[in-house]
């Protein structure tokens, strides 16, 4: 299921929090299967993420696989998305 672009936009303004809890509630509500965002969107993710770099999860939230179409598949393969 494609994610929402209204989930992932200004991560600027110190709306970390709120753009996690807002993507953690549309998963919950939703529930796909995986997530399909575009490779803007998954970088904007992985900053989110209150984690060092070596222990963010790359691959998955909630459980649920992410997929990034228009990322190249050697940039998908060692993030370990396929």
């Known amino acids: 299921m494609k994610i929402p672009n209204n989930y992932m936009i200004d991560t600027m303004g110190g709306g970390k929090k709120n753009t996690l809890a807002g993507l953690a509630a549309w998963v919950?509500?939703?529930?796909?299967?995986?997530?399909?965002?575009?490779?803007?969107?998954?970088?904007?993710?992985?900053?989110?993420?209150?984690?060092?770099?070596?222990?963010?999860?790359?691959?998955?939230?909630?459980?649920?696989?992410l997929r990034c179409y228009d990322m190249t598949l050697d940039q998908q393969r060692r993030l370990r998305l396929l």
Not at 40 to 46: A, L, N, S, V
Not at 55 to 61: G, L
């Open 28 to 65: 919950e509500e939703h529930k796909p299967e995986e997530i399909e965002m575009v490779e803007y969107q998954f970088w904007q993710f992985t900053y989110l993420q209150p984690l060092p770099l070596e222990e963010r999860y790359w691959n998955t939230f909630h459980a649920i696989p």
